[in-house]
């Protein structure tokens, strides 16, 4: 008897666990290129909610051809980028995705990003979540570095 309600329960509750998002996607934006530059990146904070750590593990965008989850690495003293599997956030915390650290690459842009656009990404989590964040393009400083 016990038993039966555990699972209906759970069948009650876990969709709705599914339509919960446990991330909070804060401030998000695009870097704006200039004409002619095939390669930009989108940044935002990633606001964990959850008591379990959670992780980015895939990002698709319309906006460019290929689209990589990047760090940056210092590397016999030159900033490099490079891909990386996820983005870790832990429970009850954040991770910023900013200039100089982690970003969603957007590589082989399918347009010119300017500045005032609007381009959404689709963000996909370790938790089954999915969430589809539109957000502003907008001029930012880059360092030089090698990809
Ligand atoms: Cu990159």
Redesign the pocket.
């Known amino acids: 008897m016990k038993k039966w309600f555990i699972s209906f329960v759970l069948a009650l509750v876990a969709p709705l666990a599914l339509a919960a998002s446990s991330v909070d996607v804060i401030k998000p934006y695009a870097r704006a290129v200039p004409p002619g530059q095939e390669n930009s990146?989108m940044f935002m904070m990633l606001k964990n909610k959850s008591a379990r750590p959670v992780s980015l593990i895939s990002a698709q965008s319309s906006a460019a051809d290929v689209v990589?989850l990047?760090t940056h690495t210092m590397a016999n003293g030159v900033m490099q980028?490079r891909q990386v599997s996820e983005i870790n956030i832990p429970a009850n915390n954040h991770v910023s995705l900013q200039p100089g650290s982690f970003?969603i690459?957007l590589i082989g842009l399918k347009k010119q990003l300017k500045e005032g656009d609007k381009v959404s990404v689709k963000l996909h989590f370790s938790s089954g979540e999915m969430a589809i964040v539109e957000m502003p393009v907008k001029a930012v400083q880059m360092m030089k570095m090698k990809?």
């Open positions: 990146a990589e990047h980028m970003h690459m990809h």
